[in-house]
């Protein structure tokens, strides 16, 4: 690899700016691609322009207008043979007073619109030209990712000369027989410099041959660095378990309910896991309500029997915590400690929690991200339950799984009540084994889903003071276009008073992020008690959250939210025998495809096909969260467009890895120079 900085014209300025975009060395240049293409081949006369168009023009700079005072903005006036237009800049970047000096000719690319001067062009590309500079006709313009400062004409130069220089350079690591007949170099020249000619519909698409060669390939890699993270796990020692002959029993003999098949299925494929020599890996998925926490507990039995200690870790500490009580209630008649511990606990309470982890004397300890702290040590880690995945990262995922003692390893189970579509589980999960519960606990009752323009507000309100009145329980979620949870927290508060002074014959209770957290436990309890008749809230009740009794959910501004997240919200109810409702409140007007998404919702209860349609349309973020999409942190593919092509490249990263292991490591340290240390770690 050759450093940006023996490039013509890359100084130490344009390196810095060049690594803001982790434009490092001429490799790095080579895979920086295009994010859109302009065709820039016919010079268009100022008396044919439209408004809202992109143009290429030629013209002469007829005067230059710098205003007085401290506002830095410079007006040029240019002209041809039938007309002019005003070029606007409000950034003036280096050399651009020399380009508009009166007199000369400038090739202008820009959109049209109307301003103070007639037409104006803000912030026009621009170049001098002699009269006759030859147009670019062979080829579209490519446009990059940039970053302030740096011009695409710059950049555009700068890839030019990397390709010219170096993509000679690059090795071809796919072996030929998975390339599809598409040279890398060949790929590299058509995706930065296509022809006239080439099909942008496909381009624009990311479906053009030439793009999905470098799209496999990185598909590949990540496909690679999966397989070796999950090879170098199973190298390593854990403590096996035997079957729970007495703990699992004697907790499902309490339990007023039966496991499902579903659950029992499950549970025995985590059971043979446990019993073998090395760690656990396996992701238990199922949609809202299908009883992942009984499953989680059954597995806990299995290391509590053997005398090991079981972690549990949620990301919210509402989550947390009625894990918590779950877990106290179904273990401590069995003779089993289990310890509570979060973020939030100071002082003597922390101190007497982490002694109890230390000593072993609490055999179950349950809690938030503070269980990963590297000031808590456990005695005899043995399993670790994870749930919602999503909300955590690889880091994080692995800070738990190195606190094992004795050189072993604890087992690993992570669950989530997202589902997660079999494409998108094999690049953010393909490390883990999957188990699914596809099937729901007897008695449930199918959830109703309206939608409702937040103009008729007032209506819902009072149809659900006044089913409140009749003994039903209702969560009302506040959510505001601006996400923040600050500003969620006040539409909650705002929420809460306005209903506490229309209805003061009702018993309302108010819970978001920003309360102390025995603050939100005491609401919680309440409303789980029927002591509460509605609840006002934000998203933190958006997992896990089991109050039997509520029968009603009303989302505000339901629009701004992905599909998936409605889709837990509205799990909040249905939990009972009676039937439920939800009621998605809408700002008007909706768009095409905001109408989509929730009539969506209206159809379909089923967390799979919802959670397929919620990749379709908002891709991978919305299902995994930022955390896990970060560890996937794709540059070229994208799941929701690409899933067709993850079975081969599965296969592929495969025979690599066997046949080609060197080829397999560059590749990996092409696309992904950071991922390796997951493999070690």
Not at 271 to 279: C, F, S, V, Y
Not at 645 to 661: F, I, N
Request: net charge neutral; with cysteine.
């Amino acid at each position: 690899m050759t450093s940006v900085h023996h490039l013509q014209g890359v100084g130490a300025a344009a390196a810095s700016l060049l690594e803001k975009l982790h434009l490092f060395n001429t490799d790095d240049l080579l895979f920086h691609l295009p994010r859109d293409y302009e065709d820039r081949s016919t010079v268009i006369a100022m008396n044919q322009l439209m408004v809202g168009r992109t143009y290429l023009l030629e013209g002469w700079v007829k005067s230059v207008d710098f205003p007085p005072g401290k506002r830095k903005s410079v007006a040029a006036l240019v002209q041809d043979d039938f007309g002019k237009v005003t070029l606007r800049f409000y950034y003036l970047y280096k050399g651009l007073t020399d380009k508009l000096t009166p007199g000369n000719r400038l090739r202008i690319f820009g959109e049209v619109r109307v301003g103070a001067r007639g037409l104006e062009l803000y912030h026009p590309e621009i170049q001098v030209i002699r009269e006759h500079t030859p147009l670019p006709k062979t080829q579209l313009t490519a446009i990059y990712p940039s970053t302030e400062g740096l011009t695409q004409t710059k950049l555009r130069d700068y890839i030019k000369q990397a390709l010219a220089q170096f993509s000679d350079q690059l090795p071809e690591l796919l072996p030929e027989k998975f390339t599809n007949g598409y040279a890398l170099k060949e790929a590299l020249h058509y995706i930065h410099e296509p022809p006239l000619n080439a099909n942008m519909q496909q381009l624009a698409q990311g479906s053009h041959p030439a793009q999905q060669r470098l799209i496999f390939e990185e598909l590949v890699a990540h496909q690679i660095s999966l397989l070796t993270r999950r090879a170098y796990i199973r190298q390593i020692a854990a403590p096996p378990f035997a079957y729970s002959q007495v703990l699992a029993k004697a907790l499902l003999a309490q339990l007023p309910f039966h496991m499902t098949q579903a659950q029992k299925r499950v549970s025995h494929e985590i059971a043979k896991d446990l019993q073998r020599p090395e760690p656990m890996l396996r992701l238990v998925q199922g949609d809202v309500g299908a009883g992942k926490t009984l499953v989680a507990a059954v597995a806990a039995c299995h290391a509590l029997e053997a005398a090991w200690q079981v972690a549990l870790m949620a990301p919210t500490e509402i989550l947390a915590e009625q894990h918590y009580l779950n877990f106290k209630r179904w273990f401590e008649p069995l003779n089993i400690q289990v310890a509570w511990l979060s973020g939030k606990q100071k002082g003597k309470a922390r101190a007497q929690a982490e002694q109890l982890i230390q000593t072993g004397q609490a055999q179950l300890v349950v809690g938030t991200h503070a269980l990963f702290q590297d000031n808590v040590e456990f005695a005899k880690l043995g399993l670790v339950i994870i749930d919602e995945q999503h909300r955590f990262g690889v880091d994080q995922r692995l800070a738990l799984r190195n606190k094992g003692v004795d050189h072993l390893t604890p087992h690993q189970l992570v669950m989530t009540a997202t589902p997660i579509p079999r494409t998108l589980a094999m690049s953010a999960y393909g490390d883990l084994d999957t188990s699914v519960i596809d099937e729901l606990p007897p008695g449930r009752t199918p959830i109703q889903t309206v939608t409702i323009p937040l103009d008729r507000r007032e209506e819902v309100l009072n149809r659900i003071a006044n089913n409140c009145k009749d003994g039903k329980q209702a969560y009302w979620v506040c959510t505001l276009v601006e996400q923040s949870e600050t500003l969620d927290a006040q539409a909650a508060q705002a929420t809460y008073e306005e209903i506490l002074s229309r209805f003061p014959e009702l018993k309302v209770g108010l819970v978001h992020g920003k309360m102390k957290a025995d603050e939100k436990q005491a609401v919680m309890a309440a409303f789980k008690a029927n002591e509460l008749q509605l609840l006002i809230a934000t998203t933190v009740i958006e997992v896990g959250v089991d109050v039997p009794n509520a029968s009603i959910m009303v989302i505000e501004n339901a629009e701004r939210l992905g599909l998936s997240q409605l889709h837990q919200l509205r799990g909040r109810v249905g939990r009972g025998a009676q039937a439920s409702f939800c009621v998605l409140l809408y700002k008007h007007p909706l768009s095409q495809n905001g109408q989509e998404r929730l009539s969506i919702l209206r159809e379909s209860n089923d967390g799979f096909v919802i959670a397929e349609k919620d990749l379709e349309l908002r891709g991978p973020g919305e299902l995994l969260g930022t955390k896990q999409t970060g560890d996937m942190n794709f540059r070229v593919a994208k799941l929701e467009r690409d899933d067709h092509l993850l079975t081969q490249a599965h296969y592929v990263a495969g025979q690599m890895l066997s046949d080609y292991p060197e080829q397999a490591d560059a590749l990996l340290r092409r696309w992904l120079p950071e991922a390796p240390r997951y493999a070690y770690v």
